[in-house]
């Protein structure tokens, strides 16, 4: 329900708490009891032109009819904790003590209601809203904005995109156009249709902040950010451009109170679109994998591995007998293409690769010590794949050019960590500790050359420049580290 970023808050079902998150934007803690022609784009103009502000109306007019509140119910069950305040007459003499001080009472099952938004993408009756809207749901009831109301059905969920397929029993709906997210420009001007905290059909507008951002646990989404105000309810509703063509899923905030600060983040439709056609066709979504870890390349790395400019994904850990492996990546490889495509961030290869069908053929392109070369890479299915540790700072005073105290590794030590070279960190401080390196750290090499012992770390530093590029293993995770040199 929920996705942790760096420095957020975390808000769990029905709790949150303090502090700055990223929230999905349904939440069962916001729930509610039931009761009883396309605007045309502005034709180009010189940069930093003038215009005068749009005008929405004729947008919302037309497609607002595609778009639904949805609400669904959800039964808490009789193991988990659940309170009422104890039923007492006025006459009681407990009413007065629980009237004041408002000790609950434990309680049975009890329905939950909370509300979303979709939009409908054919005439027939399928919807497209989030995954998180409709989890764990015993019911889920779709409205019309002409307040008809019909109970849906879930087609298929995905969690990992955070896309869900709804379908309900009419025909001739109003639909809405799905657009190209590769088409959306910073800048440009956006419009977000949805339910926030209830309110059917509100209409919102603002800019796209960026695009292809990479937020915590949305390794398969690259996400539109948008300053457009969307709040809890929101979730699940179209995010439209100015020709009145949906772009994006509404479906998180960055937010210290639970509502708008400005930092919306949508679902790009081509993710959606793919993951909706296999729900439709199968229910389920397979992606393809190839058995890396990776990171993001940074400046400091991207000289270290002789790259002009930080692009790629480096993989930073090979999966033994993986798809990768199998092709002849290795770790320190930086993946710059897959089949002619360039992958200019990390957060592209994910999406990249899980496009392509378990068992077909995909080229890479990889950086390896200082030239390209491609391998072929017979793709696999994805299983669930830990996440690369991110470093942290150490407290160490030990200094030099690298800033560390270094052992050799013992037999047994070896073993327990699955590695047959490397040398362990005893104390940081220095470039390293600024760099993240911490006690425990396990240095398997530098700038790509193994090392086998604390001689040859003192070789290979010596005869670097400016900065190297440590390959660490902290406990079972492998990561680089670009370490500017004293």
């Known amino acids: 329900m929920r996705i942790k970023a760096v420095t957020a808050a975390l808000i769990a079902a029905g709790v949150i708490t303090a502090g700055a998150g990223l929230i999905k934007l349904y939440d069962p803690a916001i729930a509610y009891a039931r009761t009883g022609s396309s605007a045309t784009q502005a034709p180009a103009a010189a940069p930093y032109a003038v215009r005068a502000m749009p005008d929405f109306a004729a947008l919302a007019e037309r497609h607002g009819p595609a778009v639904v509140n949805v609400s669904v119910m959800r039964t808490a ?38 509300v979303g938004s979709g939009f409908i993408v054919s005439r027939d009756g399928l919807i497209l809203t989030n995954a998180h809207v409709v989890a764990d749901a015993s019911e889920v009831t779709v409205k019309l904005t002409d307040r008809r109301e019909f109970k849906a059905k879930v087609v298929g969920s995905d ?16 639909t809405v156009k799905l657009g190209d997210a590769k088409d959306v420009r910073v800048g440009e001007w956006v419009v977000a249709i949805g339910s926030p905290y209830g309110f059917e059909n509100t209409v919102t507008a603002g800019i796209v902040s960026a695009t292809s951002r990479a937020l915590p646990d949305g390794t398969y989404v690259p996400f539109i950010q948008t300053d457009v105000a969307v709040n809890p309810g929101n979730s699940g509703g179209p995010l439209f451009n100015l020709r009145g063509e949906v772009i994006g899923i509404n479906a998180q905030i960055y937010s210290g109170t639970g509502g708008y600060q400005g930092l919306s983040f949508a679902i790009p439709v081509d993710v959606a679109a793919r993951v909706m056609d296999q729900l439709a066709q199968h229910g389920k979504v397979t992606r393809g994998r190839i058995g890396v870890t990776i990171q993001e390349v940074s400046q400091p790395l991207a000289e270290s591995f002789g790259l002009k400019k930080p692009t790629g994904a480096l993989v930073s850990s090979v999966e033994k007998d993986g798809p990768a492996a199998k092709a002849g ?25 899980a496009d392509f069908k378990p068992g077909s053929t995909a080229t890479v392109e990889v950086w390896r010590k200082g030239a390209a070369r491609e391998l072929m890479v017979t793709v696999g299915e994805l299983k669930p794949a830990k996440a690369a540790m991110t470093p942290a700072p150490a407290d160490a005073t030990q200094q030099g050019r690298l800033g560390v105290a270094v052992r050799a590794l013992t037999p047994d030590e070896q073993k327990r960590a699955g590695v047959s070279a490397g040398v362990l960190v005893e104390n940081a401080g220095g470039a390293a500790a600024r760099a993240g390196v911490r006690p425990g750290d396990i240095i398997l090499s530098v700038n790509n050359a193994p090392v086998t012992d604390v001689e040859q770390l003192r070789d290979q530093i010596a005869k670097s420049r400016k900065s190297v590029a440590l390959l660490l293993q902290r406990n079972e995770a492998k990561i680089f580290v670009p370490v500017e040199l004293g």
């Not at 006459?91 to 049975?108: A, I, K, V």
């Not at 969690?159 to 109003?174: E, F, K, N």
């Not at 930086?334 to 690769?353: D, H, M, Y």
């Open 159 to 174: 969690a990992q995109t955070d896309i869900a397929l709804l379908r309900i029993d009419a025909r001739d709906l109003p």
């Open 77 to 114: 069950g009789a193991g988990k904790e659940s309170w009422a305040m104890p039923q007492f007459g006025p006459d009681s003499p407990f009413y007065e003590f629980f009237r004041r001080f408002g000790m609950p009472f434990p309680r049975g099952d009890t329905p939950q209601h909370g």
């Open 329 to 353: 990546i290795e770790t320190g490889d930086v993946i710059l293409k897959v089949n002619g495509r360039e992958i200019a961030s990390s957060v592209e290869l994910p999406v990249t690769i």
